[in-house]
């Protein structure tokens, strides 16, 4: 049974920082690609980062790309989001998810990819 548990959300100020994690069990972490969502009130969920297997390719939304940074650790079998940056549009709920079994450099962007999810760690951004 695949698991995957966020950490690291919180409350912070504009302009500050938070780091995410998400240490995954159950399955060999470093045959899985990797992504971030996020889910704003009243909106759907959204593509936010994405790390192939390998950790060799990246891909960002356009609206976090230059102040969040993906990166794995293969041996804690744990990922991350390092948020930088951030802006009161940056609330939301934040979730990991996993698809096993991609090739070595595959990112995926969509949710429909993903087969595995956390349940998700809030993180709000005060004005």
């Known amino acids: 049974q695949v698991q995957l548990v966020e950490s690291g959300g919180g409350l912070v100020q504009a302009g500050g920082s938070l780091r995410l994690s998400c240490a995954a069990s159950?399955?060999?972490?470093?045959?899985?690609?990797m992504g971030w969502f996020r889910r704003a009130p009243g909106k759907e969920r959204e593509f936010v980062a994405a790390?192939?297997?390998?950790?060799?390719?990246?891909h960002y939304a356009d609206s976090v790309r230059g102040r969040f940074t993906i990166s794995r650790d293969n041996a804690k079998n744990t990922v991350y989001l390092q948020m930088s940056s951030l802006k009161p549009e940056d609330t939301a709920v934040y979730y990991c998810?996993?698809?096993?079994?991609?090739?070595?450099?595959?990112?995926?962007?969509?949710?429909?990819?993903?087969?595995?999810w956390g349940q998700g760690t809030q993180v709000t951004v005060s004005s």
């Open positions: 790390i192939s297997r390998s950790g060799g390719s990246l």
């Open positions: 998810a996993a698809n096993f079994g991609v090739s070595t450099y595959v990112v995926l962007t969509t949710t429909s990819s993903y087969g595995f």
């Open positions: 159950g399955r060999s972490f470093s045959s899985a690609a």
